[in-house]
């Protein structure tokens, strides 16, 4: 909650919002698209595609995981609250004037291709010991 009360201080609350939407809607596409590319390489025996790399387009099963974890219930079991709670929790601290910032995340990252695949030939590795 300090993480997501700070990034609402500096940025905004909209910014916020605008951020873990992308990120819940991203992981929902990478754990849709992973699973299946899981499978068929199983089913087929080949080596695994860069699974950082996939691309599903319009996805009905991709929006619909996406918008059940946006707007589920916080749970017992859960290390953090649920979206809409963190959303309603940041709503109302006062904000900073901060510059918005541009780019992506993967600007980040000094070489993105060999880290995407050194993450999927673990992944690879794993499926290899199952």
Request: a negative charge; zero cysteines; charged letters at 30%.
């Amino acid at each position: 909650m300090l993480a997501d009360r700070v990034a609402a201080m500096k940025y905004g609350a909209m910014a916020f919002e605008d951020g873990l939407t992308h990120v819940v809607r991203k992981s929902a596409e990478f754990d849709t698209l992973a699973s299946r590319e899981i499978s068929e390489s199983v089913a087929a025996r080949r080596a695994l595609q860069n699974l950082y790399e996939l691309s599903g387009g319009e996805n009905p099963d991709i929006a619909a995981a996406a918008e059940e974890a946006l707007n589920r219930e916080t749970s017992e079991d859960d290390t953090h609250p649920s979206p809409n709670d963190r959303f309603r929790f940041t709503r109302r601290i006062t904000t900073q004037t901060e510059p918005l910032i541009s780019g992506m995340v993967w600007d980040l990252f000094t070489n993105r291709e060999a880290l995407t695949l050194e993450m999927t030939s673990m992944i690879q590795g794993e499926i290899g010991r199952g």
